[in-house]
């Protein structure tokens, strides 16, 4: 059965693990898993800019026996002459797989629809859900597990980053807090998610105001960029608004002592993080910017498995 993965809840708390635990295994013998084999091709699409992305699933594709095409939106036909759909139903006779970075969640959905191969989010204007693969790898890694732990999130709570954290972070079992003005706050039909999803795993999510508040007993500190891409108009609304929701070192020093620091990047250094928290000790943002890589193979592979099945 075709499977996609456009959102964090695309999947189920278990398979997220199951997913996480494959993540794993392939990052302690990087070369076993060969099924891409042929070598079949995977098609990467960049609406916007990209290098953590177009890095990891490049060299994962490869990695894995295959060949990625990766194809910049500006000089294909999507998103002017060609619907998604239709984009997908010439892939789909060529590639295995979709990997697409765009603006409208609703481009994503319709290329799903239209196509009998999976279709990847790789960050849309509302989720970012391959990187928190690699977040909650990388919390796993330096936690041991994840149930029970407390994650902040500092800043643009309605920004694809925050609700990728509230969703896949109640999935792994997380007491999630979003810190955010309320302007900012995550959109309600995702916190609505977030709590059906809480019931089932142990985890919750709560939206507070007060980033000092947010950040007491925290085990994972975590931020992105006030200015998401396609937002930079509202730039200096934004710096204005989102000011006091830094992880600042006054701020990180509000969380347990073993606390861990973690950014999607790239980051702003001295606007939401002090460049002595995203360069410091408790900062594990190159674990995580390695492990895209592991994650999204194992993405890769989990989704080629049920297309099999
Ligand atoms: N974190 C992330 O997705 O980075 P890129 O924009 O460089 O792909
Ligand atoms: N929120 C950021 C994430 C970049 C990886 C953006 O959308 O620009």
Redesign the pocket.
Known sequence: MTRHFLRDDSITPAEQSEILDLAAELKADRWKDKSLEGPQTVAVIFD???????VSFAVGIADLGGSPLIISTANSQLGGKETPADTARVLERQVSAIVW?TYAQEGLEQMAEGTTVPVVN??SDDF?P??LLADILTIREHKGATQGLTMSFYGDGRSNMAHSYVLSGVMAGMHVRVASPEAYAPRADIVDDAARIAAETGGSLTLMTDPFEAAAGADVMVTDTWVS?GKEEEKLERLRDLGEYKVTTEVMGLAKSDAIFIH???ADRGFEVDAEVIDGPQSVIWDE?EN?LHAQKALLVWLLRQQAA
């Open positions: 916007k800019s990209s290098t953590r992305t177009r970075r790789a960050l970012h391959c990187q891409m999607c990047l790239p910017a895209r």
